[in-house]
């Protein structure tokens, strides 16, 4: 220090006195030097109580949102069992659909709580999951592709999650009712950017398209009410577009629930515009 004239500052343990010791090294002149010693016990003391509440909190989190994974995955299965033991058809397919929207909200959570941050997610990646879930959990359509189009952007989870409830509703349907009588086709998962600072979610098939009685916001479902309900719950509006096939758009203003990049979701700006196409 003495020679080069260059500050120095590190930290240092003192095991005889268990103290610890911030200190400070600079050059006042030549050939001389100057030290501060700063006691720092407490606030290193403190560091270490906050890194291990930390760390309890991360695993309770962790086990908390397993058991709610898991009794999702129960109440799917219980309502499953109860439909295997009914004779009136009815009943039989609204207790099959329920379980195959509670198995479908399990999974979404899943994806949700493996991401690194619970809060911001990739939605490439979380919708890219849920569409090849989706066809999993399904029975094999042959001749029925799904493609998803959907640019590389981060979101808040709680809007991605929504998103997932209408994308697997909106999906499910498509494969169940799109394609009657060994019909073939495409059913194409898209979200965008728009230039008015809204995103848009839509679901295309080109399948043999809705009545022209049909009001996406008038429906009487309980499938189509539960999509509406999760576009307001996001500010959106849904809407469909006819034409060879069926389009359904969401489109909803991202606010500070979507970014592009790293840093401060914010405040940084939406500048990846990539986008994933695969085959499902």
Known sequence: MAR????????????????????????????????????????????????????????????????????????????????????DPGAVKALQESSGRVNGMAMMYDLLYQSRDFRYVKAREYIGQIVCGIAQSLPPVPGVKVEQRVEDF??????????????????????????????????????????????????????????????????????????????????GTLECVRGKGTEFRVDFQYGDSLHGGTGDPRNSPLNDSRVSRSGG
């Open 4 to 87: 080069t004239g260059t500050p120095e500052s590190f930290e240092l343990y003192l095991k005889a006195l268990d103290m610890w010791l911030a200190i400070s090294v600079y050059s006042p002149g030549k050939e001389h030097f100057v030290a501060v010693f700063d006691v720092i016990t407490e606030r290193k003391r403190a560091e270490e109580n906050i890194r291990s509440l930390l760390s309890e909190k991360e695993i309770l989190l962790k086990e908390v949102h397993h058991r709610v994974k898991n009794n999702m995955a129960m109440i799917g299965g219980l309502l499953a069992l109860q439909a295997t033991r009914l004779s």
């Open 154 to 235: 981060i979101m808040d989870s709680r809007v991605l999650f929504p998103i997932g409830i209408i994308i697997n509703e909106l999906v499910t349907n498509a494969y169940k009712y799109a394609f009657p009588e060994g019909r073939t086709g495409t059913i194409t998962v898209s979200m965008s950017r728009l230039p008015d600072n809204h995103v848009r979610l839509s679901v295309l098939d080109d399948g043999i398209g809705v009545p022209e009685s049909f009001d996406c916001n008038g429906q009487t479902g309980f499938g189509m009410k539960m999509v509406g309900l999760m576009a307001r719950q996001i500010e």
